[in-house]
């Protein structure tokens, strides 16, 4: 039970910390240029969106991994 539970902990953090490293490295520096005042908006608006999706596939694989070991431990 403590494997799989230590498991989910270590993949939750490290998901976690993997997320927050993609949005700094790669999201933060990001920008759009061309459409004069709305790029700002344009930017923080495709900024959400490519957070947004990564935060539904972290809580997808949390679960899937959750539903796994929960199977695994009634098996056993």
């Known amino acids: 039970m403590k494997i799989g539970l230590f ?3 270590f993949a939750m953090w ?8 993609i949005l700094v ?3 933060g ?3 759009i240029s061309g459409y004069g005042d709305l ?3 344009l930017t923080s608006i495709l900024k959400a969106i490519i957070a ?4 539904v596939i972290w ?4 679960s899937k991994l ?3 070991i929960f199977k695994k431990e009634i098996k056993s």
């Open 7 to 9: 498991g989910f902990l």
């Open 14 to 21: 490290a998901l976690i910390i993997a997320g927050g490293g």
């Open 25 to 27: 490295t790669i999201l």
């Open 29 to 31: 520096p990001f920008s």
């Open 39 to 41: 790029d700002l908006l």
């Open 52 to 55: 947004i999706i990564l935060v």
């Open 59 to 62: 809580v997808l694989v949390l």
């Open 66 to 68: 959750k539903n796994w």
